[in-house]
């Protein structure tokens, strides 16, 4: 018992040691001598060692009240901030509780957008193409991801009428609702737990058109850079088109609901008729799960009834911008404990604020009544992502591997478990330890496996549960289909995490939570990073784009994959990382992105060559997805 009732205190001089570790003890630690004997005994220090505040904690976090305020920050032409949609909320007396520092950065932010937006021409890209000599030629039809769309309330029962066709995913109705009545707006945007569809008497539907897409809130562009410069060559809503849905869904859900998946193939037949040509379908990032698993459906006697040929006859290219593929790996943590790397750093009284508003164990349940969000669960599991020897995308001279996903420490082991976890372990505890309307929305929906063989890949295609998979399914049989892939490269992500119990007393139904009290070489705030964009992992990004679309099975047409990797490299004060950032969300406003886009659009997207500057083909390489004998 009296293990389980110690308390965390920060090491010092006069701090004795832990002399035994336990085997799962595996902290960044240092190894001293004892003066006295030749024994080593391990310290490991528990202090919190002090770090650069990060800019972009002022800008938008998912489910922080402090990202939205920052936002806001770029809706205004003046520091003279006022929200007249926020009604009764005073943003005078929130700034008045806001640390100092987290204001400051938020000010400079406002003024280094406010002279980037005085000095962009928001057309000249498109503008500079069509000089050239380009002009529409495909129908277009974009597939956003989740922070992209819009969901609006259309339901009439007393407790939805005050936010008929109001935003409550968003808008700045939504940081409204959020604050002033935040169990109504939870209420609205979890799904029924047993269903996976509305709960009785609400009714949220994704927003439609392109306002669904182009901002998220005033002053924070999504798609709308690209919109910009569509419409410089010349589209507009009859030759293009935003394919919106509801991301809460769990995929089959989207279909039963909401016809989404006949609806998109609806509108491609249309478009094909009208314009005489086979259309581009542009995705961004759980936008390209959607588009794989529509690949699937469309053909399948289980779906669309639409053939074996109809990819063939209807699209002409796929443009895979930034695609969780393989998932997210901070999809694990968000649902485990309603954390991620954005909150894990927050400052103390930032992390203070946003419990009060959304605590750990409010964000796990919303996550996890929003199934579609569980299909960015990581898939492959250990081939993919490695396992207690090895990884294939550690580094040399790297002091542990990154297959070691889930980190325990040994001192604080009243509540987790006895070892360290690799993904395919996280994945089992998550689902275990979860609720069984949550286990049983997940499991009837995805599926994480890899398919070693020909044989199993075909038998998936009749499995609407595999159509996720890119490592149990297939690319469609059409030879004359074209994949871009686009990502991001060279900005730290999410790779492994530290947990700890709760902390003694604590209120929560959570069995762990992120050790952010954990800094010390590869560990920030109880998170390991890696390589991607910011938000997705580099083998998730790059993989299939990379090697596993090149193996027979999963790619038996030969369909031709395109892949151009974007460095990172942001301009220093630009809030949002200019004309060359690679960030997950803002490279959609990326210059040479919407240059290839245009291209692909008009017909010339054969021009585009392949550029690789990552290792992604030397870590590909080593996991464990092997190629038949035969291929």
């Known amino acids: 018992m009296a293990s389980t009732l110690r308390r965390r205190a920060p090491a010092n001089a006069n701090d004795t040691p832990s002399e035994t570790p336990t085997p799962r003890d595996e902290s960044p630690e240092k190894s001293v001598k004892s003066e006295k004997s030749d024994k080593t005994i391990t310290v490991v220090h528990h202090h919190r060692t002090k770090t650069r505040k990060r800019r972009t904690t002022a800008i938008f976090l998912l489910g922080s009240l402090f990202g939205l305020i920052a936002a806001g920050f770029f809706a205004k032409s003046n520091d003279l901030i006022d929200f007249p949609e926020i009604g009764e909320l005073s943003m005078d007396s929130l700034f008045d509780v806001l640390p100092a520092g987290l204001v400051k950065d938020m000010r400079e932010l406002v003024v280094g957008e406010r002279e980037f937006i005085e000095s962009y021409d928001a057309f000249a890209i498109g503008r500079k193409m069509r000089s050239e000599g380009l ?308 499991k009837g929906s995805y599926s994480w496996g890899v398919a070693q063989t020909t044989a199993e890949v075909e038998a998936n295609e009749d499995d609407p549960v595999k159509w996720i998979n890119p490592l149990e399914t297939r690319l469609p049989l059409a030879p004359s289909l074209k994949v871009y892939c686009f990502y991001g490269v060279g900005k730290p992500t999410e790779r492994g995490y530290y947990y700890r119990p709760p902390e003694l007393g604590s209120l929560t139904s959570l069995n762990m939570t992120i050790d952010t009290g954990l800094t010390q070489g590869e560990v920030d705030h109880g998170v390991i990073m890696g390589e991607g964009d910011g938000t997705v992992n580099l083998m998730s990004t790059g993989f299939m784009c990379n090697r596993g679309w090149k193996m027979k099975r999963y790619n038996p047409a030969n369909v031709k994959i395109t892949v151009v990797e974007m460095p990172h490299e942001p301009e220093r004060f630009n809030p949002r990382g200019g004309p060359n950032t690679a960030d997950h969300v803002d490279i959609l406003g990326r210059q040479n992105l919407n240059q290839f886009i245009l291209k692909i659009a008009a017909g010339k997207g054969g021009t585009i060559q392949d550029s690789v500057v990552s290792n992604i083909r030397e870590y590909a390489a080593k996991a464990k997805v092997y190629e038949e004998e035969d291929e």
């Open 135 to 442: 002009e529409v030629h495909h129908p277009m039809v974009m597939v956003p991801g989740v922070i992209s769309t819009g969901l609006e309330s259309w339901g009439t029962t007393n407790i939805s009428l005050p936010y008929f066709r109001k935003r409550l995913w968003g808008s700045w109705a939504m940081m409204r609702a959020l604050v002033l009545d935040k169990e109504t707006w939870k209420a609205h945007v979890m799904l029924d737990k047993k269903t996976g569809l509305d709960p009785p008497g609400i009714k949220l539907r994704a927003a439609q058109g392109f306002d669904a897409t182009d901002f998220f809130i005033t002053g924070y562009w999504i798609w709308n850079k690209i919109l910009e410069n569509l419409a410089s060559l010349g589209y507009d809503p009859i030759n293009s088109y935003t394919a919106a849905y509801d991301w809460r869904l769990a995929y089959p859900n989207l279909e039963k609901r909401d016809h989404y998946f006949t609806r998109l193939k609806s509108h491609i037949e249309l478009a094909l008729q009208l314009q005489n040509r086979k259309v581009v379908l542009t995705s961004h990032s759980m936008g390209s799960q959607v588009v794989f698993y529509f690949f699937h459906w469309v053909t399948s006697k289980h779906g669309g009834r639409g053939g074996e040929d109809w990819v063939e006859r209807h699209i002409e290219s796929w443009i895979n911008v930034s695609g969780c593929m393989l998932g997210a790996l901070k999809d694990v943590s968000a649902i485990l404990s309603g954390e991620m790397r954005d909150t894990a750093q927050l400052n103390a009284f930032a992390v203070y604020g946003l419990e009060k508003f959304l605590s750990k164990a409010e964000r796990a349940e919303m996550f996890r009544a929003m199934p579609g969000i569980s299909s960015m669960l990581p898939i492959g599991g250990n081939a993919i992502w490695g396992d207690l020897d090895g990884a294939p995308d550690d580094q040399p001279g790297q002091e542990r591997s990154y297959g070691s996903f889930l980190n325990f420490r040994a001192d604080q082991n009243w509540t987790t478990p006895d070892r360290n976890f690799t993904v395919d372990d996280a994945m089992e505890y998550l689902l275990d330890t979860t609720e069984d309307w949550y286990r049983d929305q997940v």
